[in-house]
């Protein structure tokens, strides 16, 4: 067997656990070199999921630290996060930063972890949180029905609606909730601060920006039976939230769709390098957290790979990261090239 040198950290998403990313670890074990090394984390199992951002992320980061400190051969850290899995990991990326380059901040060149950055992959992911879907509803796991227009009816009716998601899904709803709030949040270390914000500031967009590939994969519904009116809506993740794309460049990206081997795979382009976030705006300051999160991260650049979702809701959403499924077959094989930095994508 091969001295490990390069440590591949698997994270699961909401209510979820560690058994439903096997077949993609499977996959990726006979694909990559001896070599690689797989941490399908279990710390933040099942109900554990629901206690918010921040104590994920926490616990993530200790169990990484661990599996450093046992393969003391690992040279490259990449991560790859299913659904909420992908926060989770932007969190713990975060903290690594900080125990791996002394804290400095700067972004390029530091050490994560200790070890060399190597790739950052989320799956579905929301990380502009929940939004409203076009027919009304939010696209909240289990409570599509909740909220129409949340938006026009203020922050304090955001709140209170955030008060029956999180009867479900505990500090964790509540936190992707915020990105319907005001883009403002609560002073340092004040309980009101809002995780999507502090998700997105300076030092955690250093910890982004150490990795040498960032990519993130997003689900395309395009069903034969499938109505125009939904086609791109994952149906548990918004399309714009885990494409990281402002709603011109998502009807975009949807009207010129030519798929090839299940997944359509969109080059490095920053947003505000190309004007539209800039142009959205037209020099006005984001109005929701989730605008403001989307204008942050598109300071950094990304591969997009929108891959072909089969199915209906939670079972396609799974499907991602099955490559018994045609869907998670195609991501599989996209992951396991993006994943060796030896090769370009």
């Not at 490990?4 to 670890?25: K, M």
């Not at 984390?41 to 206690?51: G, I, P």
């Not at 909420?84 to 901040?105: D, H, M, P, W």
Request: hydrophobic residues 40%; aromatic residues 6%; proline residues 5%.
């Amino acid at each position: 067997m091969e001295a490990p040198r390069h440590l591949v950290v698997l994270q699961h998403g909401l209510w979820a656990s560690p058994g439903i990313l096997r077949g993609l670890e499977r996959h990726l074990r006979a694909a990559l070199p001896g070599s690689t090394r797989f941490l399908s984390s279990w710390t933040n199992a099942s109900a554990l999921s629901v206690r918010g951002i921040q104590a994920c992320g926490e616990r993530l980061a200790r169990e990484v630290e661990a599996a450093v400190e046992q393969h003391r051969g690992v040279q490259r850290i990449s991560f790859v996060g299913h659904s909420f899995g992908g926060i989770i990991c932007r969190r713990a990326v975060r903290l690594g930063l900080e125990k791996g380059s002394g804290g400095n901040g700067s972004g390029a060149g530091c050490r994560v972890f200790g070890l060399e950055p190597g790739v950052f992959a989320t799956i579905a992911s929301p990380h502009l949180g929940v939004s409203v879907q076009p027919c009304g509803g939010l696209e909240v796991p289990l409570l599509s029905w909740v909220g129409a227009a949340l938006p026009s009816r203020g922050a304090d009716f955001v709140r209170a609606v955030g008060r029956v998601v999180a009867m479900v899904h505990g500090r964790t709803g509540w936190d992707l909730l915020q990105s319907l709030e005001p883009a403002v949040g609560g002073g340092g270390g004040r309980e009101d601060e809002l995780e999507l914000l502090t998700l997105v500031d300076e030092a955690h967009l250093a910890a982004l920006g150490a990795f040498s590939r960032r990519v993130l994969y997003s689900a395309v519904d395009y069903s034969p039976d499938t109505p125009n009116a939904t086609i791109g809506i994952d149906h548990m993740v918004p399309f714009r939230s885990s494409s990281l794309r402002t709603e011109i460049e998502a009807q975009e990206a949807l009207e010129d769709w030519i798929e090839k081997g299940g997944y359509k795979q969109w080059n490095p382009v920053c947003s505000e390098d190309t004007g539209r976030v800039q142009t959205l705006w037209s020099g006005m300051p984001p109005r929701t957290t989730a605008e403001a999160c989307l204008k942050r991260l598109s300071s950094l650049d990304f591969y997009k790979v929108d891959v072909v979702m089969r199915g209906f809701a939670l079972l396609a959403h799974r499907g991602l990261v099955n490559p018994g499924s045609p869907g998670g077959l195609a991501l599989a094989r996209h992951l396991e090239k993006a994943l060796d930095l030896t090769k370009p994508l």
